[in-house]
């Protein structure tokens, strides 16, 4: 019998990123290399691991703007495009490199890859992929949960009709794709405030996962830490994060990503090859970007890099899934003996960690998972929910509002690079409010500027901006997207309360900003 349970969680998510009215738009590859690098190489994964008889199991949420972009006719046909682009680039490396052996077999190996992804996307799975996730929760390996509908950073939200917009909405699109109603939410950013609670029971949602210390902080303190979940005096379960697997896995200095032996994602092609060679594949601007052709390996610390090998990388892969394996062991026997019900370790991280970021991620979680099953008998994985059930005892406690991110108390999203935006925010939900409020019955035009004006606001309120705003990435992005979407809200309000909608600007702003499509704005009455 197992002493106690893993369970990974994986989150999904990517701001909405679609622009019509641009040809080639550079931060839709925000989507094309998430496929390319971490979705389809998941599915990679648990199609094998099922092939093989393995018994995983892993839960996963897919945020509303992901779904809504994977299901995109025009991204999709963009998908097809960016794979034709990087096929003929790795067509031209293969003869460029032929007479260097280690980066020719490197060319063909992206080049097989791309392929097989193309054959993937277009033939296998008919460009559905969501289908293909859909699949593995029915097979009862993979536990999908929801998130709120663009990703809004609830704790700084102040009008609670807009955080219930938001989960309401984030379920209903979650059973719009998967067609039953989720058990569990990730919440944006891990942000935990209790005003949530109500509004998740509201929705049916079971449980919800946080950051470590929302659990340890918790009132009463948890006998046990994070390792058995606590109920809320709401009747909601709450998971809290394990400090020490994260670190093993997330960390680019402490953890398994930044060994020497890993692919190096800061060299690509793109920034090194002659100008006149690569001008073709990266932006139309002239501006060099990532292509996703990287030929080294992070080598050390000195700058110096050497050839990427991936059969030096796949070895390390197995020595860290059993590192990770075994520290889960030694973790579990500690715990079981110390507690009268069976530990769990929850180990949360992004999704796009796996693949994009730290390209060997899946074969690791492949490995880790294969070990897992046939190597110990130590722990079991588990989902989040088949941990419920099992362990249907849990001490009442209320979380201590939290987030993940530096310091864990909402300073990414709230701090002298983007505390500005909020304001607008505020003020855009009361009047969001007051627009469903005094339009009880409205159809035709009026109707559509409504649903519209919700759309805008919600797009708004994703957590991505704010946060861009604070890493220093894409800011000038990330700043245009914000006051795009309030200023097209504050356009709607005033032409819907002065009943002169401008039609022609409705519907080009609707085609553009085509999110939620069935959302009707009497969600924020």
Same mark, same amino acid.
């Given at each position: 019998?197992?002493?106690?349970?893993?369970?990974?969680?994986?989150?999904?998510?990517?701001?909405?990123?679609?622009?019509?009215?641009?040809?080639?738009?550079?931060?839709?590859?925000?989507?094309?290399?998430?496929?390319?690098?971490?979705?389809?190489?998941?599915?990679?994964?648990?199609?094998?691991?099922?092939?093989?008889?393995?018994?995983?199991?892993?839960?996963?949420?897919?945020?509303?703007?992901?779904?809504?972009?994977?299901?995109?006719?025009?991204?999709?046909?963009? $998908?097809?495009?960016?794979?034709?682009?990087?096929?003929?680039?790795?067509?031209?490396?293969?003869?460029?490199?032929?007479?260097?052996?280690?980066?020719?077999?490197?060319?063909?190996?992206?080049?097989?890859?791309?392929?097989?992804?193309?054959?993937?996307?277009?033939?296998?799975?008919?460009?559905?992929?969501?289908?293909?996730?859909?699949?593995?929760?029915?097979?009862?390996?993979?536990?999908?949960?929801?998130?709120?509908?663009?990703?809004?950073?609830?704790?700084?939200?102040?009008?609670?009709?807009?955080?219930?917009?938001?989960?309401?909405?984030?379920?209903?699109?979650?059973?719009?794709?998967?067609?039953?109603?989720?058990?569990?939410?990730?919440?944006?950013?891990?942000?935990?405030?209790?005003?949530?609670?109500?509004?998740?029971?509201?929705n049916a949602i079971e449980y919800f996962i946080t950051e470590s210390h929302g659990i340890l902080f918790a009132d009463p303190k948890p006998v046990f830490g994070t390792y058995s979940p606590i109920v809320t005096p709401a009747g909601i379960v709450a998971f809290g994060r394990d400090i020490e697997s994260s670190r093993q896995v997330w960390s680019a200095t402490e953890g398994y990503p930044g060994d020497f032996d890993y692919r190096?994602?800061?060299?690509?092609?793109?920034?090194?090859?002659?100008?006149?060679?690569?001008?073709?594949?990266?932006?139309?601007?002239?501006?060099?970007?990532?292509?996703?052709?990287?030929?080294?390996?992070?080598?050390?610390?000195?700058?110096?890099?050497?050839?990427?090998?991936?059969?030096?990388?796949?070895? %390390?892969?197995?020595?860290?899934?059993?590192?990770?394996?075994?520290?889960?062991?030694?973790?579990?026997?500690?715990?079981?003996?110390?507690?009268?019900?069976?530990?769990?370790?929850?180990?949360?991280?992004?999704?796009?960690?796996?693949?994009?970021?730290?390209?060997?991620?899946?074969?690791?979680?492949?490995?880790?998972?294969?070990?897992?099953?046939?190597?110990?008998?130590?722990?079991?994985? !588990?989902?989040?929910?088949?941990?419920?059930?099992?362990?249907?005892?849990?001490?009442?406690?209320?979380?201590?509002?939290?987030?993940?991110?530096?310091?864990?108390?909402?300073?990414?999203?709230?701090?002298?690079?983007?505390?500005?935006?909020?304001?607008?925010?505020?003020?855009?939900?009361?009047?969001?409010?007051?627009?469903?409020?005094?339009?009880?019955?409205?159809?035709?035009?009026?109707?559509?500027?409504?649903?519209?004006?919700?759309?805008?606001?919600?797009?708004?309120?994703?957590?991505?901006?704010?946060?861009?705003?604070?890493?220093?990435?894409?800011?000038? $992005?990330?700043?245009?997207?914000?006051?795009?979407?309030?200023?097209?809200?504050? %356009?709607?309000?005033?032409?819907?309360?002065?009943?002169?909608?401008?039609?022609?600007?409705?519907?080009? !702003?609707?085609?553009?900003?085509?999110?939620?499509?069935?959302?009707?704005?009497?969600?924020?009455?």
């Amino acid at each position: 019998m197992a002493k106690g349970y893993v369970a990974l969680v994986l989150h999904a998510h990517l701001p909405y990123v679609r622009h019509p009215e641009h040809d080639n738009f550079l931060e839709e590859r925000w989507l094309f290399e998430a496929i390319s690098e971490t979705y389809i190489p998941l599915l990679n994964t648990f199609e094998s691991l099922s092939n093989e008889g393995v018994d995983y199991k892993v839960t996963m949420s897919i945020t509303p703007p992901l779904l809504s972009m994977l299901s995109d006719s025009l991204l999709q046909e963009r $998908y097809i495009r960016y794979l034709e682009k990087l096929i003929s680039l790795t067509d031209k490396e293969i003869e460029r490199t032929k007479e260097q052996q280690e980066f020719n077999l490197l060319a063909k190996m992206y080049n097989d890859k791309y392929r097989n992804d193309l054959y993937i996307f277009t033939t296998k799975y008919n460009r559905d992929l969501i289908s293909v996730f859909k699949s593995f929760q029915d097979s009862g390996k993979l536990e999908l949960i929801a998130s709120a509908a663009t990703h809004g950073f609830l704790p700084l939200m102040e009008n609670s009709n807009a955080i219930r917009a938001q989960v309401s909405t984030g379920v209903k699109v979650y059973e719009k794709y998967f067609g039953c109603k989720p058990k569990g939410i990730w919440l944006p950013e891990c942000g935990y405030t209790p005003m949530v609670e109500n509004i998740l029971k509201e929705n049916a949602i079971e449980y919800f996962i946080t950051e470590s210390h929302g659990i340890l902080f918790a009132d009463p303190k948890p006998v046990f830490g994070t390792y058995s979940p606590i109920v809320t005096p709401a009747g909601i379960v709450a998971f809290g994060r394990d400090i020490e697997s994260s670190r093993q896995v997330w960390s680019a200095t402490e953890g398994y990503p930044g060994d020497f032996d890993y692919r190096e994602f800061y060299k690509d092609i793109g920034y090194e090859l002659d100008y006149d060679y690569i001008k073709d594949y990266i932006s139309p601007d002239g501006q060099r970007i990532q292509t996703g052709i990287k030929y080294f390996r992070i080598t050390d610390k000195t700058g110096q890099k050497q050839p990427y090998n991936p059969i030096w990388a796949h070895n %390390k892969v197995d020595i860290h899934a059993s590192n990770f394996m075994f520290n889960r062991q030694k973790q579990i026997e500690f715990l079981s003996d110390k507690m009268d019900r069976p530990p769990i370790v929850v180990c949360p991280y992004d999704a796009e960690l796996f693949g994009h970021w730290w390209y060997e991620g899946p074969y690791w979680l492949y490995s880790l998972f294969k070990k897992t099953y046939y190597d110990q008998n130590t722990f079991k994985l !588990i989902t989040l929910s088949e941990y419920m059930a099992e362990n249907p005892v849990m001490q009442v406690s209320s979380p201590c509002p939290s987030t993940w991110g530096h310091k864990g108390y909402n300073e990414v999203w709230l701090n002298t690079s983007n505390d500005w935006i909020y304001r607008h925010l505020h003020k855009s939900a009361d009047r969001m409010v007051e627009l469903a409020n005094s339009n009880l019955y409205a159809e035709g035009l009026k109707k559509d500027a409504l649903n519209q004006a919700a759309r805008e606001l919600l797009l708004a309120q994703s957590s991505d901006w704010a946060f861009i705003m604070k890493a220093g990435t894409v800011v000038p $992005y990330a700043i245009k997207r914000t006051k795009d979407h309030v200023s097209r809200f504050t %356009k709607l309000y005033h032409d819907i309360k002065e009943n002169s909608i401008d039609e022609e600007w409705l519907r080009d !702003i609707q085609s553009k900003d085509n999110i939620f499509p069935e959302l009707d704005y009497s969600i924020y009455r």
